[in-house]
């Protein structure tokens, strides 16, 4: 087992605890140095999305690293970057026409929230600079990003450095008080927000098209991103649709807000779109930030020569290799009709979690599309109370679950900002039936080791 943290030069994530040292990964497995075998039911952090340990995106990025490994994006364009961007727009709703890569999802968010202030500054409309997003969301850690996130434990200390975002409440059905007529569920929470704010100076509205972490995989109203486009078209507001978790097929559509149409069934465009996470399965750092023409056109016109966001590693040749390689392996396998056809399995044997089981008990809701599952704990299912964050009882699921062999992302805060706690299943888009299967038992008997915990504790 790996080194606890004052024994290695690693400056961990985690300083409380002895993080096992993993030395394989065969599709959603992982084995560590004493031979255990983990099942990643969550893909690492909702990326490994094609698995673990393929070879074919390994050679992609060998074969790339040995022909150019890097080039500056200021002064060429390279092969891997131009068959990925061409690949993307096909994919993406009409109207997407641009792609501008980056290597993580948080950049993807900072260059999606310079493009909109630029755009409406290269407009003539410089006072036009409020972000609105909603809350439980996430999107990233770097301090704009993070300004757009509403995790308190997380901006806590960094809040005199966060920028004014604007937030509205997310559409989370488990808790939202009026049911679908609750401004949260319609949009109007949308409006509201943007007539308070002044509408000429609200730049952009960012969300997540279906919940991430924050919200555990919790799906709006099918009418709320037509919604969502109207308001913003009214007001001149960009929509920034951020897929770096529920994108490239997780939730058996290539884009999550594919599940949304307007009245007459047609796609939602967004004028931005962010992508990360399973875009290149986890084999090496890479995100995307997809435009609209018009916005490219505004910075094709800028006196400043481009879009005002520079970074060493954009556009780079490598980590577009593996983007290509997993997109086609994504295509070749049908991954993302597999996440449509396998969903609604997954989401019945975690459902049977609220019956079966010793921990039966703490299981408040599960939800989800695709292969994207939340499964909500709470300490009293008829109230949705959640249990007081001093318990820990998402951290306790996390170490049972680990003990057994099963990796699961938790997530804290969602249900009044500092308590609640949920677990993310995201399970790589190669699991099999018999592998959910066996990650709803491993989930069931840690669930069953936590109220064991609990009852222990209280007694
Ligand atoms: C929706 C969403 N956006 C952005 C990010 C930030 O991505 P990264 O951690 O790669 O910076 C995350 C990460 O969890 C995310 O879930």
Known sequence: MGAPPDASHVFYRKLNRSLPLIVRGEGVYLYDDAGKRYLDACGGAMVASVGHGVRDIADAIASQAAKVAYINGTMFTNEPVERLADALVRLSPAGIEKAYFLSSGSEAVEAALKLARQYHVERGEPERRIVIARTPGYHGNTLLALSASARPHYRQLFDPWLVDVRMIDAPYPYRAGDGDRSPA???????????????????????????????GAAVPPASYYARVREICDRYGVLFIADEVLCGVGRTGKFFALEHFTDARGAAITPDIITLGKGLNGGYVPLSAMLARQSLFDAMKKSKLGGLMHAQTYSQHPVAAAAGLATLRYIQEHELVERAARLG???????????DVGDGAALVGDVRGIGLLAGVELVADRASKRPFERGLKVVERLMDAALARGLIVWPNTGHADGTNGDLVLIAPPLVVSESQIDELAVLLRDSLADVARDIAALRS
Do not use: H, K
Request: aromatic letters at 2%.
């Open 344 to 354: 609604p399995r997954l989401l019945s044997q975690l459902g049977a979690l609220m």
């Open 185 to 215: 569920m319609t949009g109007d929470a949308l409006e509201a927000a943007i007539v308070a704010a002044g509408p000429n100076t609200v730049a952009a509205f960012i969300a997540e098209p279906i919940g991430g972490s924050s919200t």
